[in-house]
Structures are given as C-alpha cells and as structure tokens.
C-alpha cells in the first residue's frame, strides 16, 4: 500500500505541475522567441522588431541588410528633437538593488516622437525603442558637425580680416 500511496502522490505531482501554469494563470500567453525568425506572439513583429525582445541578448546586433527592407527614407529627426531630450538617473521601483540606470521617460519621448514609444504586452506600460533612438541621436551629431565646420570658416575669415587690419 505504501507504494501505492507514493505512486498516487507522484502522479498529482506530475498532473499538478504540468498543468497549472507557473504564475497562476491559465491563459495561452504567447511568448516571442526572439531569434527564430517567426512572429511567435502574433503581434505582427519578428524576433529583434518585436518590443519584447528589447532585452535579449540576441538583439543586440540587428539585422540591417537592405534588402530585409521597404519603405527606406531619410530620417528627419535630428539636433531639434535630441535637444528636446531630457536625461534621466533613475531606478527600477522592482529593482530591489536600487541599480541606478540612465536614459529617458517614455511619456517624454513620446511627446516629442511617437514612433519611438510602444506599448508592452499587457497594455499598461510604455516602452521606449532606445536602438531607434541612436539613429536621430547620429543625426543631431551630424547637424551639429556641420554647425562647428561653419563656425570654424567664419573664425578663420574673421582672423584673416584681423591680420589684414594690423
């Protein structure tokens, strides 16, 4: 009998984890696996695309080849908006270590350009695309280098009119 009782025990075991889900529910979440290639979570977004997949280690070489591409234009984003870029030190309130991270407020960002802000999964947090944001952050740099490359010919135009009035 007592072998009986432990197999009997083992089997709700088994029964009980296999099916109850970790977190208590139920439903079929789908969860995207983020290098396969396939829009796991249905949500219309592959692999690195998808916001979900902000945080993998996968992600962080993108793929970037053109012809994975449609629609290329030019960004027009650039020194205005990153000007109006407000940075952040801040900590994760579920961060029990009390890390200090760096970077910025999605509400700010989305005020200022929408196409970078998303909304998580389960549709109460905002999530800020920051691969997206070194494209506009290049282009600020890129205005501004021409800025200086103009101010330093006016500098040196100027310090040839000095030496000509000495």
């Known amino acids: 009998m007592k072998a009986s009782f432990q197999f009997t025990f083992i089997l709700i075991l088994c029964f009980g984890v ?24 249905g949500d219309g977004q592959i692999d690195c695309v998808d916001g979900d997949c902000s945080d993998d280690d996968a992600c962080i070489g993108m793929s970037s080849d053109y012809r994975l591409k449609d629609n290329i234009a030019m960004l027009q984003y650039g020194l205005n908006e990153a000007l109006q870029l407000d940075a952040k030190i801040y900590n994760y309130k579920s961060d029990e270590s009390l890390e200090k991270r760096m970077g910025f407020m999605a509400q700010d960002v989305q005020s200022i350009m929408p196409e970078l802000v998303m909304v998580d999964k389960s549709n109460q947090h ?19 280098q021409k800025i200086i490359e103009a101010n330093q010919q006016k500098i040196e135009m100027l310090n040839c009119e000095i030496e000509s009035l000495e």
């Open 18 to 41: 296999f099916s109850c889900s970790i977190d208590g529910n139920d439903d079929d979440k789908k969860v995207e696996v983020c290098d396969n290639g396939i829009d796991d979570d």
């Open 126 to 144: 905002l999530k800020l695309k920051y691969m997206d944001l070194m494209a506009v952050l290049v282009n600020a740099i890129k205005e501004q």
